[in-house]
Antibody, heavy 120, light 105 residues
Framework: EVQLVESGGGLVQPGRSMKLSCAAS????????MAWVRQAPTKGLEWVAT????????YYRDSVKGRFTISRDNAKSTLYLQMNSLRSEDTATYYC?????????????WGQGVMVTVSS | IQMTQSPSLLSASVGDRVTLSCKAG??????LAWYQQKLGEAPKLLIY???SLQTGIPSRFSGSGSGTDYTLTISSLQPEDVATYFC????????FGAGTKLELK
């Protein structure tokens, strides 16, 4: 059974940093691209970043470029999202997702999500 | 690519045939997925490539469309189908529609 379990969320002040993790199991992690998708309270879904199966390629939405870094450790089957210079508009639930095509496909499995609140 | 879903809210009765619409701002070549999100839960993939049913999803769900216009149909609405439904295009990166909230009448 595919499982994606996020951790690392919480309350953080504007301008500070936070790192999210996503532990994957039930599939060969190193064979799949992965992505982060977020959802602000009572809002819709917004793609944040994608990483290829081997970590060699990364892609970001414009609003997080230069502030967020997606990475992975295939030996640990873990996906990360380093978030720097956080803003109030980054407040959202962040979902770890499996991205079959690494930027060109549906997102077939989602974690339960982790809440990030940016506030002073 | 902008994705526009309609209606934003839909009320229907158990057993009804329900149709949800999603319109892309440009041709997305059938690179469209539908997700179901129940209250407090993560989204779940229902349909990919516009009309392919994800494994384990009931056959009452179906997708159709081409070019810029796509539809999710529930052939006979069940109480457990109450949720918000999102479409997503992956022809050019990823954008999602704002969602259609489906409730029971």
């Amino acid at each position: 059974e595919v499982q994606l379990v996020e951790s690392g969320g919480g309350l953080v002040q504007p301008g500070r940093s936070m790192k999210l993790s996503c532990a994957a199991s039930g599939f060969t992690f190193s064979n799949y691209g992965m992505a982060w998708v977020r959802q602000a309270p009572t809002k819709g879904l917004e793609w944040v970043a994608t990483i290829s199966y081997d970590g060699s390629s990364t892609y970001y939405r414009d609003s997080v470029k230069g502030r967020f870094t997606i990475s992975r450790d295939n030996a640990k089957s873990t996906l990360y999202l380093q978030m720097n210079s956080l803003r109030s508009e980054d407040t959202a639930t962040y979902y770890c997702t499996r991205d079959l095509g690494g930027g060109y496909s549906e997102l077939d499995y989602w974690g339960q999500g982790v809440m990030v609140t940016v506030s002073s | 690519i902008q994705m526009t879903q309609s209606p934003s809210l839909l009320s229907a009765s158990v057993g009804d045939r329900v149709t949800l619409s999603c319109k892309a701002g440009q041709n997305i070549n059938n690179y469209l997925a539908w997700y179901q999100q129940k209250l407090g839960e993560a989204p779940k993939l229902l349909i990919y490539n516009a009309n392919s049913l994800q494994t384990g999803i009931p056959s009452r769900f179906s997708g159709s469309g081409s070019g810029t216009d796509y539809t999710l149909t529930i052939s006979s609405l069940q109480p457990e189908d109450v949720a918000t439904y999102f479409c997503q295009q992956y022809n050019s990166w990823y954008t999602f529609g704002a969602g259609t909230k489906l409730e029971l009448k």
